[in-house]
């Protein structure tokens, strides 16, 4: 994709910035938008209506009874269901980066400043922006307040005792996940600010990632040639806009923290609902050249003159003493913060606030067990944690920035390295922090075994690495309501495993403990419309529970297929466990995986229905789409089924267990033979053998087999599965058709086009673009030495996303060419950093890469 097509959509972002201030120490890369910029385009989310008819008739009965469990789940038990097909979220064009580290809960900002989105009760998404929660400067001159503004473009009907309607055409935002960068000029007061937001979200740290706290530092930069005196004040509301802020008995209280020489004080927001309750804390550090003052309780509603006026008087507030009374029913409570400080003519200075949340102890839906969250073990599980965290973030932030600059560094020099490129690689990380994520202690009886101990072919009960570094889930997607989804989990895996390996490795003993269980209650699988078990025995679950249930200790949330006939969700695993070692290299993980491994590849070999090493679909037996019907190998599958066999010769190689490897050896060499033979077509791979008239059609991620090969530093030699020139004329004809053929390239790929160059529109998906499949294609051609194909490949779907249809920050799990989008905020764009490691890799001398392959026997 052209470079010219790139600064012309990064241009379009900030046409409407009319001032020339780029603010103080703003970088280069990453995603910069205007606070006045308007999308142009308005995508609708995918619902009922938008299936042709040749599909609403094959989906009939998955419709009704959707509906039926819809109708009870919604109505009878009045919970919210793990999707809902009714109730899909509108595109609201407003996230920026969001708040927070890991697995602490997470209140995001849009990027016109906004507080919008909050996760603060695991996995449960409440979309409300709360209209009190403002920065607002003023500025002093000679004892007068010369300018006072709410630093928001918006115009309220409530709080119209302040000065709403700031210019967005003076203000720009800039994110570079974990920071971002809001530059606000001051039109006629020749001053600009530059609030700088920071997380700490650091690689390879398990302690301050967990943290629940962000921090704003406002640099302050005054252009005229006399002082200034210049305030922030920071307003909060008690509570996240929800129902419950009005349920009386939240109450608010100023403190003072000293200790080790600093100081910090600011009001404390305890937010006391039976279930989750939790405390709010703003504050500011104390310097002798700052004054920090305070209101600890002021009503959110009315004009809000008051508060205002107690600004605008002297630039602090009156800071009185005690808590407020508890509110009353009905009514909401919230607190300011001012931050004052001189700066002088021609000069800068700074002002540093901070923002906690602090929910020790939660329980899921379902209110059956107490789970502790992985930052109490530095702060405790009092709920009295939010002085000591503020202390904490304000004293340590600058050191966070350090490992992150460093961190990033390396990649945002790299000139060979497209700009769109690095802002998609950091700012898609904002899902491991906003997917629902919840980092947790495993509690002392916790046993994660699932009853098979390791002299028993199973694991042990609480594994190391789970003890050490707690336990880690995710959603599939904000409005997919599950968490850990496994088969898109392999997609987003890669940015775990490469920056937090040890919550990767985590994830997968949980998974690899749910295998060996089984549940043999009988339920309804509302696609087939039979009944089946929820789990079986040597099966890897769909997922581990849904947020609204009880996660870990009930399976399989995912009721639409029944799971246990689902092939690739064990070649996953297999797949990931071998990817995991390569990059860890922790042996004792390979040697607690193995057993599982070869259990999982046992349930598989069933389904080699004709002996020739290669196994069979039926029905909806792999990650295809729904709809799309498979019968016999299919590429997708039969290529996973291919690289899992590849894998195992190398793990029984490595486990030193020379039967094994011959077992999986004489399968491997027979299934690749089936597979040629009955798949490759001369230019690429065949979606299906069926031999029916779709099953020509190219699938996009038809690759997605020798990708993990390569990932893991196989593919080639002793250890591999494709012949490699096959492999890259399947690219080349995917690139050539479902890129460059769809959306006259610039969309990214399409899952399924026919060969003559029109989009496969049989299935309700085959016509959709996944972003995050796009990443991993996009990833397995520059392992392949196409680097340019691949960059221009994951382009399309980046401009697509974040310039074009306004989604940064809810990456969506798909898009048509046209009208519109299916499950915003999802989990598998985490694939991106698939495509760093594809370029670290083949960065790599070949022969160095081809010797550290194989490391000999553990």
């Not at 779907?797 to 940064?808: D, P, Q």
């Amino acid at each position: 994709m052209s470079s010219e097509w790139g600064e012309k959509s990064t241009a379009d972002l900030m046409s409407r910035y009319v001032s020339k201030e780029m603010g103080y120490g703003v970088p280069k890369e990453g995603w910069r938008i205007c606070l006045a910029h308007e999308f142009k385009e308005k995508r609708k989310p995918f619902q009922a209506k938008d299936v042709s008819l040749s599909n609403v008739w094959e989906h009939v009965g998955l419709g009704i009874r959707y509906l039926k469990w819809w109708y009870k789940k919604t109505q009878v038990e009045k919970k919210a269901p793990f999707i809902d097909m009714f109730g899909a979220q509108p595109l609201r064009q407003i996230y920026g980066a969001p708040l927070g580290g890991i697995g602490g809960g997470t209140i995001t900002r849009g990027w016109r400043g906004e507080f919008c989105r909050w996760q603060l009760n695991p996995g449960m998404y409440h979309y409300k922006t709360v209209t009190a929660n403002q920065f607002t400067v003023c500025l002093r001159r000679g004892g007068q307040t010369v300018y006072q503004q709410v630093l928001s473009v918006e115009r309220p009907p409530t709080l119209q005792g302040w000065n709403w309607g700031y210019c967005g055409e003076y203000a720009f935002y800039h994110a570079l996940y974990p920071r971002a960068w809001t530059v606000y000029h001051l039109p006629g007061q020749n001053v600009t600010l530059t609030c700088r937001q920071i997380s700490p979200v650091i690689p390879h740290d398990y302690q301050d990632s967990s943290l629940p706290v962000a921090v704003f530092v406002w640099d302050i930069e005054n252009k005229n040639d006399y002082d200034l005196d210049v305030s922030i004040m920071f307003t909060m509301v008690n509570g996240s806009g929800h129902k419950d802020d009005k349920s009386g008995g939240h109450w608010n209280e100023p403190f003072h923290l000293e200790k080790e020489g600093e100081a910090v004080s600011g009001v404390l927001l305890h937010h006391c609902t039976t279930v989750n309750p939790y405390t709010l804390c703003i504050a500011a550090r104390e310097q002798p050249d700052r004054e920090v003052s305070h209101q600890t309780a002021f009503s959110p509603k009315g004009t809000c003159s008051s508060l205002w006026s107690d600004l605008i008087t002297d630039g602090r507030l009156d800071s009185p003493t005690g808590s407020c009374p508890p509110t009353p029913r009905g009514e909401k409570v919230a607190a300011a913060l001012a931050v004052g400080c001189s700066v002088s003519a021609q000069s800068c200075n700074t002002l540093e606030f901070c923002l906690t949340w602090d929910m020790p102890k939660i329980t899921f839906g379902s209110r059956e067990r107490e789970h502790i969250r992985r930052y109490t073990r530095y702060f405790g599980t009092k709920g009295d944690a939010s002085p000591s965290l503020s202390h904490y973030a304000l004293t340590h932030y600058k050191q966070w920035e350090k490992s992150i600059e460093e961190w990033q560094r390396p990649i945002l020099r790299d000139s060979s390295l497209p700009s769109w490129y690095k802002s998609a690689l950091f700012n898609e990380l904002y899902f491991v922090v906003d997917g629902g994520s919840v980092w947790t202690e495993l509690p002392e009886d916790a046993d994660v075994s699932g009853g098979v101990r390791s002299e028993e072919g199973g694991l042990p009960a609480q594994p190391a690495v789970i003890k050490e570094y707690g336990r880690f889930a995710y959603l599939e997607g904000q409005e997919y309501r599950m968490y850990n989804t496994y088969d898109v989990h392999f997609y987003a895996s890669f940015a775990l495993i490469m920056l937090w390996p040890k919550l990767a490795l985590s994830l997968q003993y949980d998974i690899a403990g749910s295998v060996v269980q089984q549940d043999p209650t009988e339920r309804l699988h509302l696609m087939s419309g039979r009944y089946s078990p929820v789990k079986a025995k040597n099966v890897v679950p769909h997922d581990i529970g849904d947020p609204d249930d009880e996660p870990w200790q009930r399976v399989n949330a995912y009721l639409i297929h029944d799971t246990a006939d689902w092939k690739d969700l064990n070649l996953k695993f297999v797949l990931q466990v071998y990817r995991d070692f390569h990059l860890t290299q922790d042996s004792q993980y390979l040697r607690d995986m193995w057993p599982i491994c070869q259990a999982v590849m046992e349930s598989e070999i069933k389904f080699d229905l004709d002996g020739d090493g290669l196994i069979e679909n039926s029905g909806y037996a792999d990650q295809t789409y729904d709809g799309w019907t498979v019968t016999g190998p299919s590429a997708y599958c039969g290529g996973l089924w291919l690289a899992s066999l590849c894998v195992m010769c190398k793990m029984a190689r490595l486990v030193d267990n020379e039967e094994k490897y011959q077992y999986y050896r004489d399968l491997l060499d027979r299934g690749s033979a089936a597979f040629d033979q009955l798949l490759w077509n001369g230019k690429y791979y065949n979606y299906d053998s069926s031999g029916r008239d779709l099953s020509n059609s190219v699938m996009s991620d038809q690759c997605a087999g020798h990708w993990f090969l390569r990932a893991s530093g196989l593919g080639e030699g002793d250890y591999q599965a494709f012949p490699k020139e096959k492999i890259q004329t399947a690219l080349k004809s995917v690139f050539d058709l479902n890129v460059m053929s769809f959306a006259g390239g610039q969309m990214g790929a399409v899952n399924g086009m026919r060969p003559e160059g029109v989009p496969d529109r049989s299935s309700v998906q085959s016509d959709e673009v996944w972003i995050g499949v796009v990443y991993g294609l996009a990833a397995t051609m520059i392992h392949e030495g196409m680097r340019d194909e691949g960059l221009r490949t994951a382009e399309g779907c980046y401009r697509t996303v974040w310039e074009r249809l306004g989604m940064a920050f809810q990456t969506p799990e798909a898009y048509c060419e046209k009208g519109i989008y299916r499950s915003l905020a999802y989990m598998r764009p985490l694939s991106v950093w698939a495509m760093q490691l594809a370029l670290n890799t083949s960065q790599k001398d070949q022969t160095t890469s081809a010797q550290t392959g194989d490391i000999g026997s553990i």
